[in-house]
């Protein structure tokens, strides 16, 4: 399975922008790029997922370099309630996970 | 609650007894899998199902470990003669299969913690 690279913890304010960086130099052409979370005790919540062109949501943006190895989860205002480990992950027929990044913060 | 639902939440087993988790995936969703997670680290993959057919095994999951998902909808995870190493958290997840075409969500329950003392 391709694998991701991701920083081991992040640190925010609240109510500021947050980017968090994956890279993915071994992506294949038909790996989507998935981003999941994980509250303490939960299981993963699912956040955003793309394949070659941004993507927004309710809850986030996806931006993906152009040659696919990397690319950036942005949550545009953090809240308290963001603070998890955030997964990205390649998926081709399952989501193999790495550690994460754990995100806190700041009030 | 339509969500994939898991159970027991909780159980605490003597080393050496056998203990068997249950999934009960979303109702439209023909994938279902299973993950293990223990303190400080990600979800480890231990198998999927594809309706009633089990697609991948993982390594992780030795001759103790058996799931089955008879009917290709509710699934068991049965773990026999626990060791203390099988202490972690069992997550069950389903989803349509995952393509252009189809949903590239996977929905994960709220897991089933186990600890073998």
């Known amino acids: 399975d391709a694998k991701t690279t991701q920083p081991n913890s992040m640190e925010s304010n609240e109510e500021e922008p947050v980017h968090l960086p994956c890279n993915h130099s071994?992506?294949?052409?038909?790996?989507?790029i998935h981003w999941y979370r994980q509250l303490p005790s939960q299981g993963p919540e699912y956040v955003i997922h793309g394949l070659t062109s941004n993507v927004n949501n309710r809850m986030a943006s996806l931006a993906i370099a152009e040659d696919r190895k990397s690319s950036t989860l942005i949550l545009h205002r953090a809240t308290l309630r963001d603070a998890a480990v955030y997964y990205c992950i390649l998926a081709n027929s399952k989501l193999t996970f790495g550690k994460g990044i754990t995100l806190s913060v700041r009030p | 609650d339509t969500g994939v639902s898991q159970n027991p939440r909780h159980k605490i087993t003597k080393r050496g007894q056998n203990v068997t988790f249950r999934c009960d995936p979303i109702?439209?969703?023909?994938?279902l899998y299973w993950y293990r997670q223990t303190l400080g680290q990600g979800p480890e993959f231990l198998t999927y199902?594809?309706?009633?057919?089990?697609?991948?095994k993982s390594r992780l999951l030795s001759d103790r470990f058996s799931a089955e998902r008879p009917k290709g909808s509710f699934s068991t995870l049965e773990i026999q003669r626990t060791e203390q190493g099988d202490s972690a958290m069992y997550l069950c997840?389903?989803?349509?299969?995952?393509?252009?075409?189809?949903?590239?969500?996977?929905?994960f329950g709220e897991g089933s913690w186990l600890t073998v003392v």
């Open positions: 071994t992506i294949s052409g038909t790996d989507y």
């Open positions: 199902f594809q309706n009633e057919a089990q697609l991948e």
């Open positions: 109702s439209e969703h023909n994938r």
């Open positions: 997840a389903s989803s349509l299969p995952l393509g252009r075409r189809s949903g590239n969500t996977i929905y």
